[in-house]
């Protein structure tokens, strides 16, 4: 894993160029503190921080072609470089190293910006084609690796991060008002805009061309939710076997320690199993515990820990130890994104990295199961929903929603969040597909967020970001689980999973791989009918047989539990004070020209009161505040 950046300015010369990259990767070390290097002209310079995992002595980037007219950097990792390496051998390419990134370069000159479509791995790539004065930019097709652009009048400037990017325009760090709204929505801005309003995330699964002072960008890979139904069920799970197989052994290639990110659910226990049977003995694990009974699933995962006996490490943490913290690690978490992120889990997964990155350079995780498997919770809504929607329109969409809001009303303080949450069942169940999904997705209503702000802003959803492509899928006449797969992997995982555990590892120099990733998997995975994953209210099915021989019972009958924090029971008690601090007093994190004082202190005294559960709303609030002071109020600042 590393972080890359790199610039086109034809009006700077070599050594201005070489300042100004130098420093873009400088503001990177995190990702990689072992190594660094550049390739820079008269106008062009790409650079590289390294994390050095495969070839460490040997593989430092820039990595050229045999006539040294091609360059390249990678941030990632490619998973299938020994055949690609051997097939372009018999091509006539000569190799210089053991690196896997410099199969790149000669891949480019064999199938140009068709190269990304013979990889398998996560990956970032900034290469530059001298010849045909050409750089090219390419991001893995789920997105793991990030990416991120600027462009303004003749030049150019990308880096694996943002702040790679402010560090050579600090004046970039302009806030797009148009993102708020989804970020208030959602917790997350969809790609590819950014909180910014000059910069943009280079999509997954696309690739960008930046030559004649002209950028092109082209998709060059999209999943398929389209059902096969030709295959027998012991062919299915025999097949998902093989493959979660060998995509857990390709991501066990290491030069440096390496381990997995064991929670004790099935997924990530499944990991553990395959990289038992692959023969990576003895396997350190890594886990968090908390002194909340309801949020610690460290006991399950000691359970797997014995099954398969691993060097087992768990990082206990304390509430008071937390919320003492709380005021720093959220400035960390913010410097991290280089923007506002509204999921509360980056909190546990940053310091689960820490623990991680403390003893291995390479961890395995069991993201995107619950995606490909239908985990979630709301694949068994899904199937609510179906019945619900049947329903006369009186009762379902009127009586029922009315009822169970009247209940909520009635209730005690503090006693009506699952009434609450009840009533949200109901209305959502009575939308279309689209709209449910979405508003299942939603953090916050668009009436509240009208109300926060003090000046409107439109609330229509952008043409050009990735939910319109969602929408569309989610409209069609696929089944209702394949359709959620879908925009599951296209948004949930995408916009926000995968880009809380690179943030959160990397700001820890830690690469995490995911087996579950793997392209030929989600393919599979997709094509799979929706009867084998969602069993009757059974969720994973098809996973839980696959894997049944493998682990505890325990392990495989576990139901899913959420990666979370009790924020609700916080901003109530021990971080009351900070949340009056960021968000009530004068002048405050929150930009008044922005946002209603009155009516965000009215909504936080309303939580506290117990009179409705708006924590994820203040957490989002608290990172827009902190994001705001560190980077728009002091945008003069390096970051």
Not at 66 to 90: P, Q, S
Not at 214 to 242: C, H, N, V
Not at 344 to 360: C, D, F, I, K, W
Request: glycine content about 8%.
């Amino acid at each position: 894993m590393c972080g890359i950046a790199g610039l086109i300015d034809p009006s700077l010369s070599e050594a201005q160029v070489t300042d100004r990259v130098r420093g873009a990767v400088d503001a990177l070390v995190h990702r990689g503190p072992d190594d660094q290097g550049t390739f820079c002209e008269e106008g062009v310079g790409i650079g590289i921080r390294r994390l050095s995992i495969i070839d460490v002595e040997g593989g430092h980037q820039p990595i050229a072609n045999e006539a040294e007219t091609v360059h390249v950097v990678c941030n990632g990792e490619i998973y299938n470089y020994l055949d690609l390496r051997k097939e372009l051998e018999t091509r006539g390419h000569v190799f210089k190293t053991r690196s896997d990134v410099e199969v790149i370069v000669h891949l480019y000159e064999e199938y140009g910006t068709s190269c990304v479509d013979h990889l398998v791995g996560m990956f970032g790539i900034a290469l530059w084609d001298s010849v045909n004065r050409r750089l090219f930019l390419g991001r893995d097709r789920l997105g793991k690796k990030p990416l991120y652009y600027a462009e303004r009048s003749d030049t150019l400037v990308f880096g694996s991060e943002i702040k790679a990017i402010l560090e050579v325009y600090p004046d970039l760090a302009e806030p797009d008002r148009d993102s708020l709204i989804p970020y208030l929505r959602y917790g997350l801005i969809p790609e590819p805009h950014t909180i910014y309003r000059g910069i943009r995330n280079l999509p997954a699964g696309h690739w960008m061309v930046y030559e004649g002072r002209r950028s092109r960008i082209q998709e060059y890979w999209r999943p398929d939710p389209t059902e096969d139904t030709d295959r027998s069920y012991d062919d299915w799970k025999g097949e998902l076997d093989a493959l979660l197989l060998e995509s857990v052994r390709s991501r066990l290639m290491s030069e440096v320690p390496l381990g997995v990110f064991l929670s004790g659910g099935i997924d990530s226990s499944a990991v553990v199993a395959y990289a038992h049977q692959a023969g990576l003995h003895p396997l350190k694990t890594f886990t968090i515990g908390f002194d909340r009974g309801e949020w610690d699933e460290s006991g399950d995962a000691e359970t797997v820990a014995r099954h398969f006996g691993t060097e087992h490490h768990v990082l206990r943490v304390a509430q008071t130890e937390l919320e003492a913290s709380m005021a720093d690690t959220l400035v960390a978490l913010v410097r991290g994104f280089d923007e506002p992120f509204g999921d509360s889990s980056a909190l546990p997964t940053y310091h689960v990295s820490r623990l991680a990155g403390e003893h291995v350079r390479v961890i395995l995780g069991g993201d995107g199961g619950d995606e490909l498997f239908a985990g979630y919770s709301s694949y068994r809504g899904i199937r609510f929903a179906e019945s619900y929607r049947q329903l006369p329109a009186w009762l379902g969409q009127g009586l029922l929603p009315s009822a169970a809001g009247a209940v909520a009303s009635a209730l005690p303080r503090g006693r009506r969040y699952a009434a609450q949450r009840v009533q949200k069942v109901f209305a959502d169940s009575g939308m279309a597909f689209a709209d449910m999904y979405f508003s299942k997705q939603a953090l916050c209503s668009d009436d509240l967020i009208s109300g926060l702000l003090s000046t409107p802003i439109g609330h229509e959803e952008r043409p050009d970001t990735s939910i319109s492509g969602i929408r569309q899928v989610l409209s069609s006449e696929a089944p209702a689980v394949n359709k959620a797969t879908y925009a599951d992997i296209r948004f949930r995982l995408l916009e926000d999973m995968l880009v809380k555990v690179d943030r959160m590892s990397m700001a820890h120099s830690l690469e995490v791989r995911s087996p579950f990733l793997d392209h030929r998997l989600v393919e599979f995975a997709l094509a799979i009918p929706p009867a084998l994953k969602l069993r009757g209210w059974e969720t994973k099915a098809i996973l839980r047989d696959t894997v049944r021989g493998y682990l505890p019972r325990s392990t495989v009958q576990k139901k899913k539990q959420g990666f979370g924090v009790p924020l609700r029971e916080w901003f109530k008690t021990g971080l009351h004070e900070m949340v009056g601090d960021y968000l009530e007093s004068e002048p405050g994190g929150l930009p008044a020209d922005t946002f209603d004082r009155k009516a965000v202190r009215q909504l936080v005294a309303r939580h506290q009161k117990g009179e409705a559960d708006y924590s994820q709303v203040i957490w989002m609030l608290l990172n827009y505040a902190t994001w705001h002071d560190l980077y728009v109020s002091r945008s003069s600042a390096r970051f």
